[in-house]
T-cell receptor, first 115, second 110 residues
Framework: DAGVIQSPRHEVTEMGQEVTLRCKPI?????LFWYRQTMMRGLELLIY????????DSGMPEDRFSAKMPNASFSTLKIQPSEPRDSAVYFC?????????????FGPGTRLTVL | SQKIEQNSEALNIQEGKTATLTCNYT??????LQWYRQDPGRGPVFLLL?????KEKRKERLKVTFDTTLKQSLFHITASQPADSATYLC?????????FGKGTRLHILP
């Protein structure tokens, strides 16, 4: 298996533009997580899905952020409009939920820079 | 609010010695505690998981302890090697909630 796939790997955009980050989880995994990592705040959980259904989006910073999972093999995280403070590395992770414990498999991340 | 603390300063250890990293937490009762390794420019990689009713878990040169009274986990790497240099993150989980510490940078000096 290729592991969790994220695209793009790097994104540079201007303030106010829409940004869409993409994730393909590991085949057979039924949970998907979106994280944001910065030096100041570390790794923060934004939202996670179980069986394609959003379970907890309490980490989504504000209405400018939205996430979808239309099927088991694809998810998007959208920021509209983007702001410089959104600059960070965004990770997608997937796992196979078994008796409540998660070993999460992370993708390589998307480094987002908003100018 | 829930808080996880890991050594904010980088840890420098001589090759061959045991490296010990600390993860302390407050206002939380995790069912599981996990340790991840993160290399620059990469996503975290899972290393070990320990449950709240376990005191210690080992895997090759790695050992994790979990003290729910002290609200602390210790992560040990024995016979450390320069290849062990990385950032190590602890993560606490209960039910559907998982929170990560900011990580400790470990440098193994040859």
């Amino acid at each position: 298996d290729a592991g969790v796939i994220q695209s793009p790997r790097h994104e540079v955009t201007e303030m106010g533009q829409e940004v869409t980050l993409r994730c393909k989880p590991i085949s057979g995994h039924n949970s998907l997580f979106w994280y944001r990592q910065t030096m100041m705040r570390g790794l923060e959980l934004l939202i996670y899905f179980n069986n394609n259904v959003p379970i907890d989006d309490s980490g989504m910073p504000e209405d400018r952020f939205s996430a979808k999972m239309p099927n088991a093999s694809f998810s998007t995280l959208k920021i509209q409009p983007s702001e410089p403070r959104d600059s960070a590395v965004y990770f997608c992770a997937s796992s196979s939920r078994t008796s409540g414990s998660d070993e999460q498999f992370f993708g390589p991340g998307t480094r987002l820079t908003v100018l | 609010s829930q808080k996880i603390e890991q050594n904010s300063e980088a840890l420098n250890i001589q090759e061959g010695k045991t490296a010990t990293l600390t993860c302390n937490y407050t206002n939380y009762s995790p069912a599981y505690l996990q340790w991840y390794r993160q290399d620059p420019g990469r996503g975290p990689v899972f290393l070990l998981l320990i449950r709240e009713n376990e005191k210690e878990k080992r895997k090759e040169r790695l050992k994790v302890t979990f003290d729910t009274t002290l609200k602390q986990s210790l992560f040990h790497i024995t016979a450390s090697q320069p290849a062990d240099s990385a950032t190590y993150l602890c993560a606490l989980q209960r039910d559907d909630k998982i929170i990560f510490g900011k990580g400790t940078r470990l440098h193994i000096l040859p």
